[in-house]
């Protein structure tokens, strides 16, 4: 049967598992059918049957405004001229309390269909785009009232009324409610306690020893934790690579939309700036710079990291206050100084195109842990020839393998709950600045004072099970990946799906049939590997894994919360299918 539209043309398409139609472009012709994208950017293969011209509608339309109905609509009253409308109005008593915003756009009984279908699917999201233009026939009115989400077509004179919360049509962030963390005494307590755990690790793991102790050789000396070099150092590295994040190379990506359906413009060149920093870190080398200062004076330098952490994270707060609402994190918006302080009091701060949060996410912290670690391999560089430190070597190796990996999916984080949810705050702050540095190296910091007895043979299973973890880690982000840019390409058009009531759909097959967090599993393999390659001696090199563990258990529990509450008795189903969270047959 010949095919009556092409590639590029405009149509109306059927939305699936409905009767309602929306304005598409057809994408590719198919056997059966066409693969069309909607206006809201949606891509589905549907059946050729369900494919119209828009004209068809059109011409309904007109019909139907030919209708007695319609000529009824048009009583005397509506006759007046416009400043006599607006006088009967003034006068009218059951107007005056009550402020109205008035967008006109004339309403058929499609678009009445078409509006009730895009709020239903954006409502989950907390966003409202209207699908209006102006026009001077008939009025649309948007009202507000508090935690309603309701369409309502309104049969007299062809009106529609959309009642939507004021936040929402605004982009205002309500008060928080849910606390986490312990709330305002919990996140008191942790902004203590955060910085205190990296001190503990350091004294507690020295040249001299390393074991748990309830009374680590901490130095009560402040000449310890201070040192100019130093602290000109952690100044001078930040803002190099601020001024890497602003150099115009690398891609613009857009971000997820925000509570007013706007999106955010991110320039990706950590890659770039990767390479710049090992670059320069090895021509001090050849020019015989004392790289290995880095590891002598890590205590000035962790103690530079945590009041730049600290610092900044007041800055942010101060700034957020005094900036608009609309800028703020949902779930630092409590109004208490120490929890919004802890938890972000503002979701993206920037200062031009320099977007603090992704900056930070992915640049200081990431990058200057593997300086660290390079300068730990070059304090026993001496050994190589006659006695490698394959341990320290394979924990080099496998750790900037993991930071080249998060540089080169750097727009994956996007969809991240950092990015997404949480505000900028002393969590993520000192989290991205001072704890990713400072403990992550803890394993090579260790290598370099403390080589390990076992064989070397005994790496070759510590390497397996790291390639195994990378291997888990990175096929299942990249199945997702490929799943949201497309879901009928090659690689994911046979995924089993459970659609939601948001328009979206959860892959309950491949990777994401395994278990419902498979690059959790990933993750957990890879840190387990880094420690491993320390021996047996020691819990302290274990830190690292332990804590993770708890973290991601954490965050997937957040995660299935927030899922539950915005998929419903969809994500229920995806929960029966998919039992297990990040270990098959065990969690």
């Known amino acids: 049967m010949p095919r009556r539209f092409a590639a590029g043309d405009a149509v109306m398409a059927k939305w699936p598992g409905s009767n309602l139609w929306f304005k598409s472009k057809i994408l590719n012709v198919n056997d059966d059918g066409y693969e069309v994208k909607y206006e809201d950017g949606t891509v589905e293969e549907i059946p050729s049957t ?47 309390p009550e402020k109205k915003e008035v967008v006109e756009t004339p309403v058929s009984r499609t678009q009445e269909k078409r509006t009730e279908s895009k709020i239903s699917r954006v409502v989950g999201n907390l966003t409202f785009r209207s699908p209006f233009k102006k026009t001077a026939k008939t009025q649309t009115v948007i009202k507000t009232e508090q935690h309603t989400y309701t369409t309502r077509a309104q049969t007299r004179s062809g009106k529609q009324q959309l009642e939507i919360p004021a936040e929402m049509k605004s982009g205002r962030v309500p008060k928080t409610t849910h606390y986490e963390f312990g709330g305002p005494i919990g996140t008191f307590f942790m902004i203590l306690g955060i910085p205190l ?12 020893g390393c074991q748990l102790s309830y009374k680590p050789p901490i130095s009560l000396d402040w000449r310890d934790y201070y040192d100019q070099e130093a602290y000109l150092f952690y100044i001078g590295w930040f803002f190099f690579q601020v001024i890497l994040g602003l150099l115009p190379v690398g891609k613009i990506v857009q971000g997820q939309p925000l509570r007013s359906g706007k999106r955010l413009s ?3 060149n950590g890659l770039f700036a990767l390479v710049v920093t090992c670059a320069t870190f090895g021509a001090m080398v050849y020019y015989k710079c004392p790289v290995t200062l880095i590891v002598d004076k890590i205590l000035p330098l962790m103690t530079a990291a945590t009041l730049f952490s600290v610092f900044l994270s007041l800055f942010l707060y101060i700034k957020a206050r005094r900036g608009p609402n609309s800028a703020l994190a949902a779930g630092g918006n409590s109004g208490n100084f120490f929890y919004d302080f802890f938890m972000g009091h503002e979701l993206n701060p920037r200062f031009g195109s320099l977007d603090l949060k992704f900056f930070c996410e992915l640049r200081p912290g990431l990058f200057l ?24 070597i394979l924990v080099c190796v496998f750790q900037f393998l993991y930071v080249f990996d998060a540089l080169l999916y750097e727009s994956a984080i996007l969809t991240t709950m ?38 070397d043979y005994c790496l070759i299973p510590v390497a397996l099970l790291f390639s195994l973890g990378y291997f888990i880690f990175r096929m299942s982000n990249s199945q997702k990946n490929s799943y949201r840019q497309n879901p009928y390409g090659k690689s994911v058009a046979g995924l089993q799906t459970i659609p939601t009531d948001t328009g979206k759909r959860l892959l309950v097959s491949g990777w994401w049939g395994f278990v419902r967090k498979p690059n959790y599993l990933g993750d957990l393999l890879m840190a387990l590997s880094w420690s491993l390659c320390t021996g047996f001696v020691s819990i302290v090199p274990y830190f690292y894994p332990i804590y993770f563990f708890i973290l991601l258990v954490h965050r997937e529990r957040r995660d299935d919360a927030s899922c539950r509450q915005k998929y419903g008795g969809a994500w229920a189903k995806y929960c029966a299918t998919v039992k297990y969270r990040m270990i098959p047959y065990i969690y």
């Open 197 to 208: 755990t990296v001190y503990y690790l350091y004294f507690t793991c020295q040249p001299s």
């Open 369 to 392: 842990w593997a300086l660290i670690n390079m300068a730990c391999l070059m304090k026993v560089w001496t050994e190589f020839p006659d006695n490698p430190p394959w341990n320290l």
């Open 418 to 455: 950092d990015i997404i949810q949480d505000g900028f705050g002393f969590m993520l702050v000192f989290g991205d600045l001072a704890w990713v540095p400072f403990t992550y190296s803890l394993q090579a910091r260790y290598l370099a004072d403390h080589p390990p007895a076992f064989p």
């Open 50 to 96: 369900d494919v119209k011209l828009e004209s068809f509608f059109r011409t309904r339309s007109r019909s139907r405004s030919r209708s007695p109905g319609r000529r009824r609509s048009r009583s005397p009253a509506r006759k007046l001229s416009p400043s006599r409308t607006q006088q009967k109005k003034s006068r009218s008593p059951a107007r005056k």
């Open 266 to 268: 991110y320039r990706t």
